[in-house]
């Protein structure tokens, strides 16, 4: 599927960034939030992001991204079992 966004060149001026790297750029980060909001898998947003699984773990550490996403969650529930 392909989607197309106006992008002001202002905007890509800005960030300094090629028309291509602004899209990758662009892609990492949905993929990453929508990861981080539990609307994807990690599978399924690394691959939104076009990049491996262990690619999408280290830019997730450098977007200050948990890659345990609903760890804490679970362990606590561990954690009170009786």
Sequence with gaps: MKVELDIPDSALSALRQAPAEFAACLRLMAA????????????????????????FVLQLSRLGVSPFQGVEEDLGQIGSLP
Excluded: I, P
């Design 32 to 55: 990453a939030k929508l990861y981080e909001t539990g609307n994807l898998s990690q599978e399924r947003a690394a691959e939104l992001a076009g990049q491996s699984r262990q690619d």
